[in-house]
């Protein structure tokens, strides 16, 4: 049984950290699981297909790697991990009807053929930060968010729920998803008498608005989308050191803690591909295992079967499942709020979910 899996953020295969010790060994675990169990009858071997998306890329160079893996005949299709490409892919599933899980985070990233594994959420997250930011008493908030689809999405729906809750925008800034520098931006926010700080995007600036209210000496709250996983890269969280984020993996999750435990992962080591790995892993196994037929119809349907699978992502109870045009994976409180204090992730304790 072959599935494919795209990389959409780099030029070639071998370039992408998610092979190796990422989350491309923790599927394989759960597909080995289910083989060994005796519930899939033959080996899964995995093709994979790289083309360097937006916004450091292109949508063609997507367009390509998915017909590529079509080509080659897969019964399934993992990603693409960024909410751009997966808008672009969306209509590549229908038209090839080759049932696909992207893991990004846009729930327009759905159809009949594209199933999501919601890594991060472009609607639900700002619904937290705003949560989060009310209960700290704040009252005038200023947003930096990427000119892009993404910053866009998330921006729309932060700024709805602070109206919801009556917290006032103080400002909202665009700025390019590929800057180096946000001191201009960060300055206008300042300016307008903002007493939070949040950014939203998909992260790639997300040090250089960190770095711009360090440099002033602006010490307000702050707090990003799920932009702030790429802490778990050293130097980067470094740079966010301090900040509120949302991230995917809970300290009280034991089907997490049981999976680190089986496969060695020391303690306070990087928690999020295991459980990323894994869960996109229970997701295509058990979609292969309830096929009626082994055809890309047959595993579009197998995974509308999966229910209340317990889930690696998301606190205790977060479970995983589709069903007849429901798309989103996840459900229960799947999203969590950390904050990166020296280098370490810690669960910010009481925080509103998701």
Request: net charge negative; glycine share 12%; charged share 20%.
């Amino acid at each position: 049984m072959r599935i494919g899996v795209l990389h959409d953020m780099v030029e070639s295969v071998s370039d992408d950290p998610m092979l190796g010790g990422g989350s491309v060994a923790f599927m394989g675990l759960a597909i080995d699981d289910l083989v060994q169990a005796g519930r899939l009858d033959r080996e899964v071997e995995f093709v994979h297909a790289a083309g360097l998306g937006l916004p450091g890329g292109t949508a063609f160079a997507i367009e390509q790697a998915y017909a590529e893996l079509v080509r080659q005949g897969v019964l399934m299709i993992v990603g693409p991990a960024i909410g751009d490409n997966a808008l672009v892919a969306t209509p590549l599933a229908d038209e090839a009807r080759v049932p696909t899980i992207n893991w990004a985070g846009t729930e327009r990233g759905r159809s009949e053929f594209m199933f999501h594994l919601q890594v991060g959420s472009h609607e639900d997250e700002g619904v937290v930060l705003a949560r989060h930011l009310a209960a700290r008493d704040v009252g005038r908030v200023g947003v930096v968010f990427d000119r892009s689809p993404i910053g866009r999405r998330y921006a729309s729906f932060f700024e709805a729920e602070c109206e919801v809750l009556g917290l006032e925008l103080a400002a909202r800034v665009p700025i390019g998803p590929l800057a180096t520098d946000a001191t201009r931006e960060v300055a206008t926010v300042r300016s307008a008498g903002a007493d939070a700080l949040v950014y939203l995007g998909l992260g790639l600036t997300a040090t250089a608005v960190a770095r711009a209210r360090a440099e002033s000496g602006w010490d307000v709250p702050a707090a990003m989308n799920t932009a702030g996983l790429r802490g778990y890269d050293p130097e980067f969280g470094r740079d966010i050191d301090g900040w509120v984020y949302v991230d995917m993996v809970s300290d009280d999750n034991p089907v997490l803690a049981a999976l680190c435990a089986r496969v060695g992962v020391a303690a306070g080591a990087p928690r999020l591909f295991p459980a990323v790995g894994y869960d996109l892993g229970l997701l295509v196994a058990e979609g292969l295992a309830r096929a009626p037929e082994l055809t890309t119809e047959g595993v579009k349907e197998g995974l509308e079967l999966v229910k209340l699978v317990p889930s690696a992502e998301g606190r205790a109870g977060t479970t995983l499942g589709f069903g007849h045009w429901d798309r989103g994976a996840l459900h229960g409180e799947y999203l969590v709020l950390r904050q990166w204090l020296g280098a370490t992730s810690v669960e910010v304790a009481g925080a509103p979910t998701a």
